[in-house]
C-alpha cells in the first residue's frame, strides 16, 4: 500500500494521563486483609448494622417470592431499609431512647427531608439518590452470599441458609410498612420492635446469632473461623469494660504464650496472632509511605533528595543499634506486646516506623512455623518481614541514613510498580493510572499526600454486630461482655472444643 | 542543509506508530532515559507482536529497572546502554520501524517513559518510507545510525551489530523526495546546521537551559533575530535571574505557557521572509546540547543529539498562558537541578564469551567493585528470595 504522507509533524503530541489518586500505592495490606478475610469471612467494615442480614434476607426473599422484577426488586428493598431508618429516627427521638446502643441505621440521618406535615414519604425517600444513593443492599450482598442467607448474582435470591419463619416473626411487619407509599410518623413509631436496637431480643436476632456464630457447618473452613472469632472477641473484651474492642482484640489475641495443638481452632488463633503481628508493620509501611509524600507534596524533589531528607530525619545512628536497641519481644514464655507500646508512642514517624519494621523483622524468631508462614503471606518479594530482616542483616555495620536511603529507593520502586500494574490503556491509547506519584524527569511530587489509616482487622464491625444481637453492652460508650454474651461464649467454646 | 516543503500534518505518538505499524524486521528505540517496566508493560509486546527484533537503547546512567517486573531484558528484547565521553548525556529520541518494504521513522523529544510517550507534551516528527517512494531524510537516519556504531560513544556489546542491522534495512527504502533535514552532534556542532542571520523571528522554547545562558546567546548570535520570543514554563529548569538579566539585554520577550501538563518538546523555530522553519528533536537550550561536536574535544562534555530542520507552515509556538503566580514560578529560583550524578562505571550489559557469564563495564572497575556481597542469605541462615534494594 502506498504511503500517503511521508513526513509527518514536527507537532505537540500527547495523549495525556487519566491519572487518580489511586489505593493502597505499596500494596502491603493483602498480607493482612487475606488473612482476615480467611478468619472472619461474612463481616466487612461497612457491615455495621446485624439487624440488615436478617432484612435484606427477607426482602430479598420476599421479591422472589412474588416475582418481581429486578428494578421492583430493587426498589422494594430499599423501601424497607427506609422504613427501618424511619423507625430508628423515630426510637431514638423517645423519652427511652433505643433499647442498646447500636450503629444508627443506614441513611437515617437523611429520613427528615422526607418528612412533611407528619408523614414520611417512603416512595420519594427509597428512589435512588433519596435517602441513599442507591441502597445499602449492595454493600451486604457479598457477606450475605458467603453467609449463604442469599445465592445468586443481582438481584440476590433466597440462599440455603434462609430460614424465612424467624425472619417474618421478628421483621414481618417490615414488609408490611415498605408497600405503602408514605407512613406517619405514629406508624413508625409504634412499630419500634422493628428498629435496629431491638434485634437481640426478637427472634430474627436470635436466628442470627445461630446461622452467623453458634451453629457452623463443620464442613465450612469460613464458617469455622467465624464462629472462632467471636469466641475470641468475647474473650478479649470479658473481665471488664474496654474503650477499644480491636484494640483489645490486639493485646489479647497477637501476644502470650504459644498456641499449641493442631485443631482447627488453635490453627485460627496462630493465624490471628500472625495477622495482627503483620499489621504493625503494614501500618508502619503505610506511615512511612504517607510522610515520604508529605515531603514530596511540598516540593518537587530527585529521588535522591528525598532519601536524603528521609536519612536526616532518621539521625546519625547505626543499624546495629536500632535493633539492640529495641525492647525485649519475649519473656520466659510469652510474646510482649512492645509493638502496641510502639504504635502509640510519640516518636517521629520516620525513625517510629522503622523501629516497628525492625520488630516485625525479629519477630520471624519468635514465631512456631505455622504462625510464621500465616505472618510472612503469599508475598514475599519485597518490603515483607523477611525482606526487612535481610535489609538490617545487609546494613547491620552501616549507618541507619544508608538504609533510609535504600528504603526510599524500594518504596519508590514499589509504588511505581503497583501503579504500572493497575495502569490500563482506554480505546484512544490514553493511559489510566492510578497514583498520586508524579515523575517529571526525574522530579518527584505528589498530588495530596497519601492515607495511612490502618488496616482494619474488622474487630470494631465485629463487635458492633455481636453487641447488636446482645452479647456486648455499651455501658458509657465501653464494650463489656453481657450476660447473654458469656453464655454465647460458654456455647461457642463447647461447640468448637466438640468440631476439634 | 534541506527541508521539507510539503504539507505538515500532526504526528502520532511512538505508541500509536507502534499500534499502527503492519509488519517490521526491526524495532529499534534510542532514548535517554529508560523506563523498561513501562516499555515491557505497554510497548514491547506491540513490537514483539510486529515479529520484529527489538532494541533499545538508552544512557547508561539513567536507565530504571525493577528487577521485580523487567523480565525481558536480553531475552525477548535487546536492552543495550550507551556512555558518551565525559559522562555527557546520550540524548536523542529516535524509532523507527522498519522491514523490507516500508519504514517509519520518528524523532523527537519524548523518552521511553510513562511520561514521555504519553504525560508530557512532546515534538516529534515522523517519516514514513518504502520502496518506492521516501524523504532524503531516511538516507540521513541510515548515516546516523551507522555513525553512532563506529562513533566514539560507548555502546553495549551488541548495539553496533544491531544499529548497522537497522541501517541496511533503513538503506533499501527509496530516498529522493524532500524531506526535513536530520542533524546530530555526531556530524558537528548543532548551532552551525542552523542558518546564519539575520532572521526575521525567533521563538525558543525547552524544559532545561543551561546555567550561563550560552546556548541562547549562541543562538542569537547565529540568527541575529530582529525579534526573540522566549517561552518558558513554572516547571522550566532555568536560572530565572540569568534570563531575566538576558532578556533585558537582548530586548527579547518571555511568555509563559500553561502549566497543565509538562512540557518537554525542545523547539528552536525561525522565520524569514514569511517562510519558518523549526529545529525539533532532542536538544535542549544547552551548550552541551547546540555548541559542540561529539569527540572533537574529549575534555567538553558534548551530549549525543538527534534533531529535524523543517519547514513549517505556521508556527509551533507553545500556546501563552497568564503570567502564574509568583508561588508556582519557582524558575526564578536557582540553581538548576543536577541530576546527573552518577559517574559510573556503568554496566553495559551482559556478555557470554567462552562459556562464561561476563558484565561489561563502562570502564574499569575497582576490585571492591568487583568483590559481590553476600546477598543470598539472612542473618538468620536462611536464604532469601526476594529483590535487594
Redesign the interface.
Given at each position: 500500500m502506498?504511503?500517503d504522507?511521508?513526513?509527518?509533524?514536527?507537532?505537540?503530541?500527547?495523549?495525556?494521563?487519566d491519572e487518580s489518586s489511586g489505593l493502597y500505592p505499596l500494596r502491603v495490606e493483602p498480607a493482612v486483609g487475606r488473612l482476615v478475610e480467611r478468619l472472619l469471612p461474612g463481616v466487612i467494615t461497612t457491615t455495621t448494622g446485624a439487624r440488615y442480614f436478617g432484612l435484606h434476607t427477607l426482602a430479598w426473599s420476599d421479591a422472589q417470592a412474588r416475582n418481581l422484577q429486578d428494578d421492583e426488586s430493587e426498589e422494594f428493598v430499599r423501601r424497607c431499609e427506609v422504613v427501618v431508618a424511619g423507625v430508628s429516627l423515630l426510637h431514638g427521638q423517645t423519652p427511652a431512647g433505643h433499647d442498646r446502643r447500636v450503629p444508627a441505621a443506614h441513611g437515617e440521618d437523611r429520613i427528615p427531608r422526607f418528612i412533611h406535615g407528619g408523614t414520611l414519604d417512603v416512595t420519594t425517600a427509597a428512589s435512588p439518590g433519596g435517602y441513599s444513593k442507591g441502597g445499602f443492599a449492595g454493600t451486604y450482598a457479598a457477606p450475605e452470599r458467603t453467609i449463604g442467607l442469599l445465592r445468586g448474582s443481582w438481584p440476590p435470591r433466597r440462599g440455603p441458609r434462609a430460614d424465612l419463619a424467624p425472619l417474618r416473626e421478628g421483621l414481618g411487619d417490615v414488609l408490611d410498612l415498605a408497600r405503602r407509599p408514605a407512613l406517619t410518623l405514629d406508624e413508625l413509631a409504634q412499630a419500634s420492635h422493628l428498629c435496629p436496637c431491638a434485634a437481640s431480643g426478637a427472634p430474627d436476632g436470635a436466628w442470627l446469632r445461630r446461622v452467623m456464630f453458634e451453629q457452623a457447618d463443620p464442613d465450612v473452613e469460613g464458617d469455622r473461623n467465624r464462629q472462632i472469632t467471636a469466641l475470641m472477641l468475647l474473650e478479649a473484651l470479658d473481665g471488664g469494660r474496654h474503650s477499644d474492642p480491636e484494640h483489645a482484640f490486639r493485646l489479647s489475641h497477637g501476644f502470650g504464650a504459644p498456641i499449641d495443638g493442631a485443631s482447627a481452632e488453635a490453627t485460627a488463633r496462630r493465624a490471628w496472632r500472625a495477622a495482627i503481628l503483620r499489621n504493625y508493620s503494614v501500618s508502619a509501611w503505610r506511615h512511612l509511605w504517607r510522610w515520604l509524600s508529605e515531603q514530596l507534596s511540598g516540593d518537587a524533589m530527585?529521588a535522591?533528595e528525598l532519601a536524603d531528607r528521609f536519612a536526616d530525619a532518621v539521625g546519625g545512628g547505626r543499624v546495629r543499634e536500632l535493633v539492640a536497641d529495641l525492647p525485649p519481644r519475649v519473656d520466659a514464655s510469652r510474646l510482649l506486646p512492645i509493638e502496641e507500646a510502639l504504635r502509640t508512642s510519640d516518636e517521629d514517624t520516620p525513625l517510629c516506623s522503622l523501629r516497628q519494621l525492625a520488630l516485625g523483622a525479629q519477630r520471624?524468631?519468635d514465631l512456631d512455623a505455622e504462625t510464621r508462614d500465616a505472618f510472612l503471606g503469599r508475598d514475599?518479594?519485597?518490603l515483607?518481614p523477611?525482606?526487612v530482616?535481610?535489609?538490617?542483616?545487609?546494613h547491620?555495620d552501616g549507618a541507619l541514613a544508608d538504609l533510609a536511603r535504600?528504603?526510599v529507593?524500594?518504596t519508590l520502586?514499589r509504588a511505581?510498580?503497583v501503579a504500572?500494574?493497575k495502569?490500563r490503556?482506554s480505546s484512544d491509547?490514553?493511559?489510566y493510572?492510578p497514583t498520586r506519584l508524579r515523575?517529571?524527569?526525574?522530579?518527584l511530587s505528589m498530588v495530596g499526600t497519601e492515607a495511612d489509616a490502618e488496616v482494619s482487622l474488622r474487630g470494631w464491625t465485629l463487635a458492633q454486630v455481636v453487641g447488636a444481637l446482645g452479647a456486648i453492652d455499651r455501658p458509657d460508650d465501653a464494650y463489656k461482655l453481657s450476660a447473654l454474651g458469656t453464655d454465647m461464649a460458654g456455647r461457642l467454646r463447647t461447640t468448637i472444643a466438640a468440631a476439634g | 542543509m534541506s527541508a521539507?516543503d510539503?504539507t505538515?500534518?500532526?504526528?502520532?505518538?511512538p505508541?500509536?506508530l507502534l499500534?499502527d505499524a503492519d509488519e517490521a524486521e526491526e524495532v529499534l528505540l534510542l532514548t535517554y532515559?529508560a523506563?523498561l517496566?513501562?516499555f515491557e508493560?505497554?510497548a514491547l509486546g506491540e513490537a514483539r507482536g510486529l515479529q520484529a527484533a527489538t532494541t533499545v537503547i538508552s544512557d547508561a546512567a539513567m536507565v530504571?529497572v525493577?528487577p521485580?517486573?523487567v523480565r525481558g531484558a536480553g531475552v525477548r528484547y535487546i536492552e543495550a546502554r550507551a556512555v558518551c565521553p565525559g559522562h555527557a548525556a546520550f540524548h536523542p529520541k529516535l524509532l523507527v520501524i522498519v522491514g523490507r518494504s516500508?519504514c517509519s521513522i520518528a524523532v523527537?523529544s519524548?523518552n521511553v517513559?510513562?511520561?514521555g510517550?504519553?504525560?508530557?507534551?512532546?515534538?516529534?516528527?515522523?517519516?514514513?518510507?518504502?520502496v518506492?517512494?521516501?524523504?532524503r531524510?531516511a538516507r540521513e537516519a541510515s548515516a546516523f545510525l551507522r555513525a553512532l556504531a563506529s562513533g566514539p560513544i560507548q555502546l553495549s556489546a551488541e548495539a553496533p551489530e544491531v544499529l548497522t542491522r537497522v541501517a541496511t534495512l533503513v538503506d533499501g527504502m527509496a530516498a529522493d523526495?524532500p524531506?526535513?533535514a536530520l542533524v546530530s552532534t555526531l556530524d558537528g556542532p548543532m548551532i552551525q546546521q542552523l542558518p546564519r542571520g539575520p532572521v526575521d523571528e525567533l521563538v525558543v522554547y525547552a524544559?532545561f537551559f543551561d546555567s550561563r545562558l550560552a546556548a541562547l546567546d549562541a543562538l542569537q548570535e547565529r540568527l541575529a533575530p530582529s525579534r526573540t520570543t522566549v517561552f518558558v514554563q513554572p516547571?522550566t529548569s532555568v536560572d530565572g535571574n540569568a534570563l531575566a538579566a538576558w532578556l533585558a539585554r537582548r530586548q527579547a520577550e518571555l511568555k509563559w505557557c500553561s502549566d497543565e501538563?509538562?512540557r518537554?518538546?525542545k523547539l528552536i523555530e525561525w522565520s524569514r521572509e514569511g517562510v519558518r522553519e523549526?529545529l525539533?528533536g532532542s536538544p535542549n537550550l544547552s551548550g552541551a546540547a547546540l555548541l559542540h561536536r561529539l569527540g572533537a574535544d574529549p575534555g567538553r562534555r558534548v551530549n549525543c543529539e538527534l534533531a529535524?530542520i523543517?519547514r513549517?507552515p505556521e508556527s509551533?509556538a507553545?500556546p501563552e498562558a497568564a503570567l502564574p503566580p509568583m508561588a508556582s514560578r519557582a524558575w526564578c529560583s536557582p540553581p538548576i537541578?543536577q541530576?546527573r550524578?552518577a559517574r559510573g562505571p556503568f554496566s553495559l550489559g551482559p556478555l557470554w564469551w567462552m562459556g562464561s557469564r561476563f558484565i561489561c563495564a563502562s570502564r574499569p572497575t575497582s576490585q571492591a567493585q568487583h568483590e559481590s556481597?553476600p546477598?543470598t542469605?539472612?542473618?538468620?541462615g536462611?536464604p532469601?528470595?526476594?529483590?535487594?534494594?
Open positions: 502506498a504511503i504522507q511521508l513526513v509527518e509533524g514536527p507537532s505537540w503530541v500527547s495523549s495525556g494521563l530527585t535522591r520471624l524468631q514475599r518479594d519485597d515483607g523477611e525482606w530482616e535481610h535489609q538490617l542483616f545487609e547491620a535504600d528504603l529507593d524500594t520502586r511505581r510498580r504500572l500494574s495502569m490503556l491509547l490514553r493511559p493510572v515523575d517529571r524527569d526525574g522530579l | 521539507t510539503g505538515i500534518t500532526t504526528a502520532r505518538s505508541f500509536a499500534r532515559t523506563s517496566e513501562f508493560r505497554f530504571t525493577d521485580l517486573t516500508a523527537g519524548g517513559t510513562l511520561a510517550w504519553h504525560g508530557n507534551d512532546e515534538l516529534w516528527t515522523v517519516i514514513r518510507a518504502d518506492d517512494r521516501g524523504p531524510t523526495d524531506g526535513p524544559p516547571q501538563r509538562y518537554h518538546g523549526a525539533t529535524t523543517t513549517i509551533l507553545p537541578r541530576k550524578r556481597r546477598t542469605r539472612t542473618a538468620t536462611r532469601f528470595r526476594g529483590s535487594r534494594s
